[in-house]
């Protein structure tokens, strides 16, 4: 799809989620295993169940059937949360993680990069400590981006084994 006509309906289904009262965390429009699947990330206080999910899919729907001609013949709506391991979109995503752990697939090489966000300038460059170097990311060289959750230190890494029951 090309990505001006991607752009603008990708802006109208922020404003449609939006309407509805949740934040919309992003979109994005994606081939897997040969199927396009449309994936909206909602976000709200208290977090999101699979009713809000429910709800949000069938109000953009409409929507989504108006603009047919607009999107892949075949695709999927998938509406969910982020998760844990967000996808990160923009760069207010970018200054809302600094801090946090980031694992990157980079454009135009396809290179990859890890490490925590510092930051972005104003300019637009996201800034990254990679194994104690500090690098400077332009943030159209991003072609994706999603946290990365480690374990925190002293936290349990198996279950523990539950006795068996008397028969």
């Known amino acids: 799809m090309e990505k001006e006509r991607y752009g603008a309906v990708k802006n109208e289904l922020r404003a449609r989620v939006e309407a509805m009262g ?5 979109t994005e429009l994606v081939s897997e295993a040969g199927v396009y699947v449309l994936r909206v990330f909602l976000e709200m ?14 109000g953009l729907s409409p929507y ?5 001609d607009m999107l892949p013949e075949h695709y999927m ?14 760069a207010e995503d970018y200054r809302r993680f600094a801090g946090s752990a980031v694992s990157m697939r980079l454009l135009p090489e396809g290179g990859s990069a890890e490490g925590v966000i ?8 996201v800034l990254l400590n990679a194994d104690g170097r500090e690098l400077k990311i332009p ?3 991003i072609k994706s981006a999603h946290l990365v959750c ?17 028969k």
Do not use: H, N
């Not at 206080?45 to 069938?58: A, I, K, L």
């Not at 510092?118 to 460059?125: I, L, Q």
């Open 118 to 125: 510092a930051g972005v300038t104003e300019d637009d460059m």
């Open 45 to 58: 206080p208290g977090g999101v169940d699979t009713g809000d999910c429910e709800t949000v899919s069938r």
């Open 22 to 26: 949740y934040e919309c965390a992003g």
């Open 64 to 68: 989504l059937d108006e603009i047919e």
């Open 77 to 90: 709506l998938e509406v969910s949360s982020p998760g844990a391991e967000r996808p990160l979109f923009c």
């Open 139 to 141: 943030l159209g060289d």
């Open 150 to 166: 480690a374990p925190q230190k002293g936290q349990k890494k198996t279950f523990r084994k539950l006795p068996k029951k008397k």
